[in-house]
């Protein structure tokens, strides 16, 4: 009965599932709705939170692919790209140029400058060592193709 509802989905893909449908959306919740009276943590430290809380998901969905013999077709990274696939990659593309031009286009100001720099140094949101700024390029590139890759191809 069930394997005509989930499809063959094996116990570690239902742990996975849950986890990031429930667990995760959960925790975050909870921890958004905690006093702030703790330390503020430092822009690594939050970089390296983050690090761990995708990259253990992912780290579970490649070690559950590689047991379970599922290709990489099965989470969508199908080449040659389907037809579908060509048009959201389009769409993305534009999306991208529309976002990329955005800021080239408006009247920029030093002091919009100043004040956008400073609510992201107050929210300490701003890389402040070399060390930090290489975490936030790990976390973009891991949030941007982890993310895709857990909740469009496998969810």
Same mark, same amino acid.
């Given at each position: 009965?069930?394997?005509?509802?989930?499809? =063959?989905?094996?116990?570690?893909?239902?742990?996975?599932?849950? %986890?990031?449908?429930?667990? *995760?959306?959960?925790?975050?919740?909870? #921890?958004?709705?905690?006093? #702030?009276?703790? =330390? #503020?943590?430092?822009? /690594?430290?939050?970089? /390296? @939170?983050?690090?761990f +809380?995708?990259?253990?998901?992912?780290?579970?969905?490649?070690?559950?692919? +590689?047991?379970?013999? @599922?290709?990489?077709?099965?989470? %969508?990274?199908? *080449? =040659?790209?389907?037809?579908?696939? &060509?048009? %959201?990659?389009?769409?993305?593309?534009?999306?991208?140029i529309?976002?990329?031009?955005?800021? $080239?286009?408006?009247? +920029?100001?030093?002091? #919009?400058?100043?004040?956008?720099?400073? @609510?992201?140094?107050?929210?300490?949101?701003?890389? &402040?060592? =070399?060390?930090?700024?290489?975490?936030?390029?790990?976390?973009? $590139?891991?949030? %941007?193709?982890?993310?895709?890759? $857990?909740?469009?191809?496998?969810?």
């Amino acid at each position: 009965m069930f394997e005509a509802i989930l499809g =063959p989905l094996n116990i570690v893909d239902l742990l996975l599932i849950a %986890g990031l449908v429930l667990a *995760i959306p959960a925790f975050q919740l909870w #921890k958004s709705l905690q006093a #702030k009276s703790a =330390p #503020k943590a430092s822009a /690594a430290q939050r970089f /390296a @939170r983050s690090l761990f +809380r995708i990259g253990v998901p992912l780290l579970l969905l490649a070690a559950d692919w +590689r047991t379970a013999g @599922r290709n990489a077709s099965s989470l %969508g990274l199908d *080449i =040659p790209v389907s037809f579908r696939g &060509e048009i %959201g990659l389009a769409i993305a593309c534009v999306v991208i140029i529309v976002f990329a031009a955005n800021p $080239l286009l408006q009247k +920029r100001t030093t002091e #919009k400058d100043a004040a956008l720099r400073a @609510r992201l140094d107050e929210a300490g949101m701003l890389a &402040e060592t =070399p060390r930090d700024l290489v975490l936030f390029v790990l976390l973009a $590139l891991l949030i %941007g193709c982890g993310w895709e890759l $857990l909740y469009r191809g496998f969810l």
